[in-house]
């Protein structure tokens, strides 16, 4: 079901990354009836040494935590510095006004379910609190066009920005948490996958996420595979 046109992205969501790339090769590339999707090929060897892949991480961030989310983030880092990989500190953009981007979500949202709010179906929804989703998308409709517009202005400068970024990179680590990447990759499109990186004390999985570029899932399914192969979290359940 879409949220937002421009936002939502498409993915699997397996046991493993070697899974994961198994159900990529399936659903890639156009199906003939979203005019918005790019062919873009797919082509992945997970066997490929990921030795020469560039690989950068958030160092201002997992270096930092020190809960056990920042524990297993460290940890995975030597794990992937054993395998061979050279591993540099980056930042990910961090000077815009996030919160600003949230009206591009509301304003395609609420185009998506215009017929539910003026149908007046939306006050059948079972949460109706003043930050429900029921209350988000009739608030949608009072969103001014230069607020939306301004807003894509900014998120063209942040595209510009990682696509920089990823001159210099083929793989970048965050944190499953803690960053702003889920948002950034989302108003960007770049490919991320996450994967576990173990558990905290309450026995709760903790993950670090690989963000790729533009149109290259090959790079981050490769490190994720191989980083799988060293390690067992994938296996293990919460006690």
Known sequence: MTLSWSMDKVGPICRNAEDCALILSVI???????????????????????????VGYIQEIIEKDTSASGDNGRAALDVIKKMGVNIDSVSLPSSYPFRAFDSILRAESGAFFDNLVT???VNMMVQQTSRSRANSLR???????VEYLQANRL????????FDL?????????????????????LTGHPAIS????????????????IGN???EASILRLAHIYQQQTDHEDRHPP
């Open 119 to 121: 149908s007046g179906r």
């Open 155 to 162: 998120r063209s400068r942040l595209i510009k920005e990682m």
């Open 28 to 54: 890639h590339g156009s199906d003939g009836r979203d005019q918005t999707v790019y062919n873009a090929p797919f082509g992945l060897n997970l066997s490929e040494d990921v030795k020469s892949l560039r």
């Open 214 to 216: 533009l149109f290259d």
């Open 166 to 186: 990823f001159k210099q990179y083929d793989v970048i680590l965050a944190p499953g948490r803690g960053s702003q990447q889920s948002l950034i990759t989302n």
């Open 139 to 145: 608030q949608s409709r009072f969103i001014p066009a």
């Open 195 to 210: 994967i576990p990186s173990g558990f905290d004390k309450e026995g709760r999985p903790t993950s670090i996420t690989l």
